[in-house]
């Protein structure tokens, strides 16, 4: 066989496949189970090492001597050499037994590895997956399963911004950041998180009262314009953005020429977080309009 990467190519224990298990809920798991006496075994081996080091990452291959691992065959519920499982988000997808030629493997895997098409695909299934893990009050393992995947793949970054938005819904600003600050060119998916953060740099030096602390205040009659203020940039830079930008739009109404016109600045800052497109945008533009004019 070709040289092994440690990095695609990987021998299954008993110590190690719970966890190969848990790597499979971010990129496809060959699952080889070969024998050292088969030839066909052989031959299948050399032609998956090729595939997975041509994959860089985006497939691993894990081996499993089939002499030596019974138990491990047993739960896969193998026999005889050799025989692929292909594993893929902690589930079995597809089988193929016996002698294999190159083409017949690529024709197999072509489904994980149909190109930028099905990987968007892939990605869009994933973070789908970890927002219902999220959801669930399953966040700490969605936010591991993301860490994981960026450390292998550190220009993904819808996934960056999936975690990122994670960590500012869990109040952990300064962690948010460190991630944010680990990719330093201006990358679409990025930016509104910047311009987040930006919302925060607005309030300081200033003795900014927490959220649930504003949020109290801003509740009771005649709120004041400072809490109003604060209370609807650092709602939006942690996400939610409809309450901060409720907050500013009564600013506007009661005390529209407050900091000179702080409301308005800080109501089109919010909207630039926003994602093109978002609907949001038009509705409280509008709505800004009315009461300017």
Request: negative net charge; charged residues 25%; proline residues 4%.
């Amino acid at each position: 066989m070709e040289q092994a990467s440690p990095q695609y190519i990987v021998e299954v224990t008993e110590q190690n496949v719970q966890h190969l298990l848990e790597q499979s809920m971010q990129v496809p798991i060959v699952f080889a189970f070969l024998s050292a006496m088969d030839e066909a075994s052989q031959q299948l081996g050399g032609i998956l090492e090729r595939i997975a080091n041509e994959q860089q990452g985006k497939l691993m291959l894990a081996t499993v001597n089939l002499g030596q691992q019974q138990m491990i065959a047993q739960q896969f519920g193998v026999q005889n050499a050799p025989d692929l499982k292909l594993v893929y988000q902690g589930r079995l997808v597809n089988e193929l037994n016996g002698s294999q030629t190159e083409a017949s493997v690529r024709e197999w895997l072509a489904p994980v590895l149909g190109g930028e098409e099905n990987d968007a695909a892939k990605e869009d299934e994933f973070i789908e997956r970890v927002r219902q893990a999220i959801e669930a009050g399953q966040g700490e393992q969605a936010e591991q399963a993301l860490r994981q995947a960026l450390q292998q793949e550190p220009e993904r970054h819808r996934l960056r911004a999936t975690l990122v938005e994670y960590l500012l819904g869990e109040s952990r600003t300064d962690e948010a950041q460190s991630v944010l600050a680990e990719v330093t060119e201006d990358v679409e998916e990025l930016r509104p998180f910047r311009a987040r953060f930006a919302l925060l740099e607005e309030l300081e030096g200033e003795d900014i009262s927490p959220l649930s602390t504003l949020s109290e205040r801003i509740a009771g009659n005649n709120p004041e314009p400072g809490d109003l203020y604060a209370f609807g940039l650092q709602a939006a830079a942690s996400g939610r953005f409809r309450e901060g930008l409720d907050a500013l739009l009564q600013l506007l109404r009661d005390h529209r020429d407050w900091h000179d016109g702080a409301a308005q600045k800080g109501l089109l800052k919010v909207l630039e977080c926003l994602p093109q497109g978002d609907p949001m945008a038009s509705e409280y533009r509008r709505r800004m309009f009315n009461y300017l004019y």
